[in-house]
């Protein structure tokens, strides 16, 4: 009798990965797709993820979640995170300050046209008064 293993290939035709046995995991196996392709079969945003995060081990003879990978993937959504708050609080205070400046402008407009509002109406009034 022989042993009973299932060969995962690269697009060079090397022999990627080994599955030994009747059972083949299919996280195990989507995995070692990953591998052989370099990432290039993956058809979403967490197939990337998984490529990036975890490796083969030989001692387990698995593929694990690897902690430093997952640290580093946690480092850049939280710069991510922090840019797009820090940016995001930058865009609306100037949207605030340009708002109160506007609004500054308008009142002076206001005050200055109420004013010469005030003075003609007074004139016209004294005039009447006069007559």
């Given at each position: 009798?022989?042993?009973i293993?299932?060969?995962?290939l690269s697009?060079?035709?090397a ?5 030994y046995g009747y059972?083949?995991p299919p996280?195990?196996?989507k ?14 945003f ?5 490529h990036?995060?975890y ?8 593929y ?14 939280t ?18 300050a ?9 009142g ?24």
């Amino acid at each position: 009798a022989h042993p009973i293993a299932f060969a995962v290939l690269s697009p060079e035709g090397a022999v990627s990965r080994y599955f030994y046995g009747y059972e083949y995991p299919p996280k195990q196996m989507k995995l070692a797709l990953l591998e052989a392709s370099e990432g290039k079969v993956a058809q979403s945003f967490g197939d990337r993820i998984l490529h990036f995060c975890y490796r083969f081990d030989p001692n387990e003879g698995a593929y694990t979640l690897q902690a430093m990978r997952v640290m580093q993937l946690g480092g850049v959504v939280t710069m991510v995170g922090l840019g797009a708050l820090i940016g995001g609080l930058l865009i609306r205070e100037r949207r605030r300050a340009g708002a109160a400046r506007k609004s500054e402008q308008d009142g002076g407009a206001r005050e200055k046209h109420s004013a010469l509002d005030g003075a003609g109406r007074h004139a016209a009034g004294a005039a009447g008064q006069t007559s």
